[in-house]
């Protein structure tokens, strides 16, 4: 439980950049999407399929570029995804040596991990920036409270086969957090739209589980026990921020279809 | 090169799709689609890799009911592959015996396979929606002029580790015969846009024989000769229309860029 405690202190610089938002969180969003993706490649490695990091990185600095200098459009999007997944394809043409997977995986984290992300920074320049936040507190609040209701009230297995020590008591205890983190955020926020944040505190907690539960799904299956051992004890990024990377884009289209923005 | 002549009239109701486009045309991206996935998902079982055909159909059937619900614009493109590609995830959710490969091809299919043929029907719903034209006559003229080319002058390997077959001499007579083919139409369409035409007679060729290339990488390394048969002797679905899956983003973001429609 300490850990966790400790874990969670580890989330106050990003706090600090929701407060800033702009290119701080941009810079952020940026510079975590690197490291996650390198990590990932780094754990599929494990079976021997080789992401080609190059390839990664340079799309995600061509997707940072296309946002800095296309800004009021979102049309590159689908453009900078097309000349992404060519450029994975190209990567296993050299040799013999590079597998069919490896491709696969260079793709995976573009869109895992570079794309599903950079859904903060679509929110940012929105005219609901604001709800940032909601990404990253639903998915805090999430798996903080998922934690403590299971630790304390866990009886029933949520989900035996990909992560064994979590319970139904606990994500339904995650759910309950993250709604509550909704209201306080409307209230704080003055954000006049209360059915609504209860709803995002529900559709963000369901995401942040599924995101917690993919990442769980590819470590085990490629037999990893965590992404990466930045801050020794606590895994890696790709480990801390599981939950944000579906929460992003969850939040960011229901924003979307609710209030088309 | 009866094989190829005869495969050539086999892309004759294809044109005819194109002369109707809409409706139509739409029905024969979603079809062809729905088989090429297929295809692609059974040559790489070869492997013992599993895509999930039923979200990938899935995604499929969202992608053209998107379509036509809400045809007048196109930020449902990314919200669509974001809910894709988590349902492609949570295919593995369910048992041990679904592996991490596995999401990866059915997000393969959907990206590869879904995603760049949508392009096609983008163009069509577009100002320059007779550049469908386009997309295919690259594609067809290119792989035409490439195989005599190549058949008649051909003496250094182009790609010989991908496909051995292939020469540098064929590589070059597939742009000219690309060009020619974009200069007639444009003199026929009335289109006025010359240099625009000739330069994009080259990106579509360029792109036209990467996405035979990258057919050919896939093929080779999952250990296949053709990805089916459908119609014996000539490959299946996704042989026919490799290059074409490259061609129509290549051809719509040369649009979107140049003329901004």
């Not at 805090?140 to 297995?157: L, S």
Request: with cysteine.
């Amino acid at each position: 439980m300490k850990t966790r405690i400790i874990s969670g202190l580890i989330m106050i610089p990003l706090i600090l950049i929701l407060v800033f938002r702009g290119i701080p969180l941009a810079i952020a969003a940026f510079v975590l999407s690197a490291i996650a993706v390198y990590e990932l490649f780094k754990g599929f490695s494990n079976i021997k399929v080789t992401g080609n990091i190059f390839i990664a990185w340079g799309a995600l600095i061509l997707l940072y570029a296309l946002h800095f200098l296309v800004p009021e459009r979102h049309d590159y999007l689908t453009f900078w995804l097309v000349v992404s997944i060519i450029a994975s394809f190209l990567g296993i043409f050299r040799a013999d040596k590079h597998r069919a997977e490896d491709a696969l995986v260079t793709i995976l984290g573009i869109v895992y991990v570079e794309f599903f992300i950079y859904h903060i920074i679509m929110i940012d320049e929105g005219s609901y920036g604001i709800f940032v936040w909601v990404v990253a507190g639903t998915a805090i609040f999430t798996d903080t409270c998922a934690y403590f209701t299971g630790f304390f009230f866990g009886k029933h297995k949520l989900a035996p086969i990909l992560s064994p020590k979590k319970t139904i008591e606990g994500a339904l205890g995650g759910v309950v957090g993250s709604v509550l983190f909704s209201v306080i955020f409307a209230l704080i926020a003055k954000v006049d739209i209360f059915p609504h944040m209860v709803l995002m505190g529900v559709v963000g907690s369901i995401f942040a589980q599924l995101g917690d539960l993919t990442a769980s799904a590819f470590k085990r299956k490629i037999g990893i026990k965590d992404y990466g051992n930045l801050i020794p004890g606590h895994g890696g990024v790709l480990d801390r921020i599981d939950s944000i990377i579906f929460t992003a884009p969850a939040i960011y289209y229901y924003l979307q279809l609710v209030f088309q923005h």
